[in-house]
């Protein structure tokens, strides 16, 4: 009985453990192997989360939905879809053996498409050993890096390879082999119970594209390979990175390492070049008390050579930096402390002529001094707002410091600033105690109180309680926010003189006056808005680059919501007024500007009067200016060459801002232009009357003006080679092209003696064809003869029976040198006189013929005409407009005497004219002004 009883007993205990070692439920699986882990990682900041299991001991097990997060917050890391876990039970019964029959790829979720797979054993005897194959497959290692250590987010290291592990009493290797960054790598290390370590490394052929993207090096390798060994804390060993670039087939050094330590007391030495670029560490350590000297010193003698570090370095430009120092670290504190310069600095747009630095940093204190001298925003052209010379230092314990800041500029005016800088979580702070503004001729700006600048990891800047108090005046940023895809602004002034301000930052511009504002200013996605008023009256505005000055300005300027309106603003001008007028529901635009003989003179050389029709239209984003110039009278002579040079020079400096300015693409512009006369073109002695009708357009989302129209002569003479030509007609046309490239129709002609020469310029302004004839006709040889001395070739030899002599042609050059003399005569000093129209030039009894006239009104021109050498005759001629066709011309002359003629001008297109082929709109202007007049003469002699 009792026999029965324990075989009973037993069954019921092995099929019972039968039953568990086969069967378990998956929630008591589960719940086991997560408080295993649990327990296994409570001194770490991580967890394991595993969400199924499934399978048996003897089986193996499948562990699905694991999860690798950080502790408290639970922010996941890691997770593996599948782990399948399997264990040779014969093996570990048998041998004593412990064989993971297979790990079967761990499927990482989030680590895209890698996957890991896992084998090895542990056995126990003879001889305790253990021997692990790991085998990876598209795994980003830059993923599994940030689990523990930030790592940049352009990194990119996918691996694929085989990893061996095996140690036992004697030794220890580890071995690895595959790629990485599509690039060849392997490690292999080994250790023996003497402490003797070795480990090779070698990658050889890494893309650069591959591992950094914003590298401007894209197109090169580089490979790397250390050898380090040694016993317990004596360290031996080198190492070399080298750099192949894939249009130089040569290897350059890039950085080496040379450490020898001897029982953890040695020297280190790490040396790095790469172009133009050397730095060096040189110092010493001591492991075993945890102690460390070095100094440090680094030597860029072209900014250009670290574009490896990032693109916009490329067209950085030259600059030197220089920087040396020392560092030291003990068990208990460390010290960092430097100085440098840099010469020369260019960055982008800016010019920063020299920098010096000093710093000291400990964990107690940290202290730094900085300064700079001659910091020019725009290289090409200086302006008031560059920095002259600055200082900045600051001294405290992270998270503030206590700085102090001054700032010269250009124009004399100057900043001081004390306060503190606070480090916080995402954002620097800085709050002012002290700042202080001062300006050459408007006085000094204050704080009235404190306030804040911040600066946020997210490139969101914001002020707070900016108010700056200079007397009666005031000037207040109560809240600023300006973000990547919004700003907002609550700005108000009080009696504030605009003047000091705006020439700190337009030095052209010269106002006084004052000014009375209060305003909130938004704009969240393109969408604008302004709310207050601003009031201000300018007994004076000059803005010098143009010309214009303005003065009694008295605007008022109103908005509400989306609502932008003015109220008034009108000013006048020498001889008119101008007027600003209309309202707009932002972002539409809708402003009307009107200007009665409103005077510019953008250079000497350049002057006008007209009156001005423009309206503005469009949207703020895509503004559309049209309307209408009517000119009265203008100038233009062209400048001498140093002259042309320093405009061309002003053009450029200013054109790096004009291209900067998208406003001028996103917007349009149609603008009619006409004048009937007066308006003079002037180069040496040649002087030349116009009309024109010009339409000037500008698309869309255009750069390039198209013109349209048609710029005729009135009047004037032409010097070619020395003579002076009567322009007969003149045309040039505008087709309405992109291409400024008008097409050219003017015929000129010169009489001498019975001969006349006629100058036909036809073509276009890039390619003009100049075509020569006369009449009578005469070959090419005698017409250049009748420019250059005066009469033909045959005359010159028969006057003298053969040849001309010596002095006959010594008389015929001087006179086409005293054209030449009288040119420059005209260039330098006769202008200053202000003549619309003057000309000199040689007469055919010898001397010179001198010619003046000018516009005494609008309608009644003057002119006198005097012979200074020969026979001395004079002559006085007045044209008075009636018309635009009726004009009554008087003259009195020494030789023909008193006459009166009355002309007829009407103009008469020719059949066939080439009709406008402009891709816009036809123009709504008048265009008729494009071909010679009509002029009938009727002269009546008088006593």
């Known amino acids: 009985m009792l026999r029965r009883t324990v075989f009973f007993m037993f069954g019921i205990i092995l099929a019972a453990g039968t039953v568990l070692v086969f069967w378990q439920p998956d929630i008591f699986k589960r719940e ?79 680590l895209g498409n890698g996957k890991i797979a896992f084998q090895g054993q542990v056995r126990m005897k003879p001889v305790p050993s253990v021997q692990i194959v790991l085998e990876d497959d598209d795994v980003p290692l830059e993923k599994l890096l940030a689990v523990a250590y930030p790592v940049p987010g352009s990194l990119r290291l996918i691996h694929s390879g085989k990893w061996t592990l095996q140690t036992d009493s004697h030794s220890t290797t580890l071995g690895m082999k595959g790629r990485l960054a599509d690039a060849p790598i392997s490690l292999e290390g080994a250790r023996n119970p003497d402490d003797h370590y070795r480990a090779d490394f070698t990658w050889a052929n890494v893309a650069f594209n591959r591992l950094w993207p914003t590298a401007s090096m894209k197109s090169g390798t580089f490979s790397a390979s250390f050898d380090v060994f040694g016993k317990g804390l004596w360290v031996s060993g080198k ?88 560092a ?54 200086p302006k008031p707002a560059d920095i002259l010379s600055g200082q900045f230092s600051g001294q405290g314990q992270s998270p503030d410091w206590q700085s102090t800041s001054s700032l010269q500029f250009r124009d004399g005016s100057s900043i001081e600033l004390r306060g503190v800088i606070t480090r916080e979580p995402g954002l620097w702070q800085w709050a002012w105690q002290r700042l202080v503004i001062a300006f050459p001729s408007g006085g000094s700006w204050t704080t009235a109180r404190p306030g804040t600048l911040m600066w946020r ?22 809240q600023g926010v300006l973000d990547k895809d919004f700003y907002r602004f609550d700005f108000s002034a009080e009696q504030l003189d605009p003047a000091p301000w705006a020439k700190l930052f337009v030095p052209e511009v010269e106002m006084k006056g004052s000014l009375n504002a209060s305003l909130q200013i938004h704009d969240a996605k393109s969408q604008l ?185 009135v009047r004037g003479s032409y010097s070619y080679y020395g003579r002076p030509f009567t322009i007969e007609s003149g045309e040039i046309q505008f087709a309405g092209t992109p291409e400024l490239n008008p097409q050219l129709k003017i015929e000129t002609s010169y009489a001498n003696g019975p001969s006349t020469v006629y100058l036909d310029i036809t073509g276009t302004a890039k390619q003009p064809v100049i075509k020569m004839h006369s009449n009578p006709p005469l070959s090419d040889q005698d017409i250049v003869s009748v420019i250059v001395f005066g009469q033909p070739l045959n005359e010159l030899r028969s006057r003298t029976g053969g040849p001309s002599s010596n002095q006959e042609m010594m008389q015929a050059v001087g006179g086409v040198l005293g054209s ?103 123009s709504p202007f008048r265009n008729s002004l494009d071909q010679p007049a009509f002029q009938p003469q009727f002269r009546v002699p008088m006593q």
């Open 32 to 110: 086991a192997l997560n408080r295993a882990a649990e327990k296994l990682l409570e001194s770490t900041a991580y967890e394991v989360k595993i969400g199924r299991v499934s399978g048996n001991l003897l089986t193996g097990f499948t562990l699905g939905d694991v999860r690798l997060a950080t502790k408290p917050e639970g922010v996941e890391l890691l997770r593996a879809t599948e782990i399948k876990i399997g264990i040779r039970w014969a093996a570990l019964l048998l041998h004593r053996t412990l064989q993971f029959q297979s790990l079967d790829w761990v499927k990482l979720a989030n």
């Open 239 to 326: 190492g070399k990175i080298t750099t192949r670039m894939q249009e130089d087939t040569r290897t350059t050094p890039w950085a080496q390492a040379d450490v020898r330590l001897s029982r953890g007391i040695g020297t280190f030495g790490i040396h790095v070049g790469m172009a133009d670029t050397q730095a060096a560490i040189d110092g010493k350590a001591d492991l075993l008390h945890e102690s460390l000297q070095a100094d440090y010193r680094v030597d860029v003698p072209r900014i250009e050579s670290l574009a490896f570090l990032s693109p916009s370095l490329k067209n950085a430009g030259s600059g030197r930096i220089k920087l040396a120092g020392q």
């Open 328 to 381: 030291a670290r003990s068990r208990s504190s460390w010290r960092v402390e430097g100085h440098g310069t840099g010469e020369n600095v260019v960055w982008q747009n800016a010019l920063l002529n020299k920098i010096d630095v000093a710093f000291s940093l400990t964990p107690r204190r940290q202290r730094w001094d900085l300064g700079v001298t001659n910091l020019q925003f725009q290289k090409e052209a």
């Open 457 to 478: 990891q997210n490139h969101q800047i914001s002020v707070h309680n900016l108010v700056l108090t200079n007397g009666t005046q005031s000037l207040s940023i109560r």
């Open 529 to 713: 808005g302004v709310e207050g008023f601003v009031n201000g009256k300018f007994p004076s505005l000059t803005v010098a680059p143009i010309g214009l000055a303005v003065k009694d300005i008295d605007m008022e300027l109103r908005s509400s919501g989306q609502k932008l309106e003015v109220l008034r603003f009108v000013g006048k001008t020498k001889k008119g007024d101008i007027q600003l007028t209309g309202g707009s529901q932002l972002p539409q635009l809708d402003y009307s500007f009107h200007a009665r003989k409103l005077a510019l003179t953008p250079s000497a050389s350049c002057k006008g009067l007209g009156d001005v029709d423009l309206h503005l239209g469009g949207t703020v984003e895509s503004p559309v200016l049209t309307g209408r110039l009517g000119i009265n009278e203008a100038a233009y002579a062209v400048p001498k060459k140093e002259q042309k040079k320093k405009a061309s020079e002003a053009v450029a400096a200013s054109s790096s801002t004009t291209t900067a300015v998208s406003l001028w693409k996103r917007g349009a512009l149609d603008i009619g232009v006409q004048w009937t006369r007066d308006v003079w073109y002037r180069d040496g002695v040649s002087s030349i009357e116009t009309h024109g009708d010009l339409r000037i357009q500008k698309p869309d989302a255009k750069r390039d003006l198209i013109l349209t129209g048609t710029i005729g002569s």
């Open 820 to 922: 030449y003399v009288s040119k420059g005569l005209n260039q330098t000093g006769i202008p200053v006189l202000n003549f619309d129209l003057l000309n000199i030039q040689p007469t055919d009894e010898g001397g010179s013929q001198l010619t003046a006239g000018r516009y005494l009104t609008r309608k009644l021109f003057i002119s006198y005409g005097q012979s200074v050498q020969g026979s001395a005759e004079k002559s006085l001629t007045a044209d008075y407009f009636l018309t635009d066709k009726w004009t009554l011309q008087g003259a009195s002359d020494s030789v023909e005497g008193n006459y009166l003629d009355f002309l007829f001008r009407y103009p008469l297109n020719k059949p066939g004219a080439p009709a406008n082929n402009s891709p816009l709109p036809t």
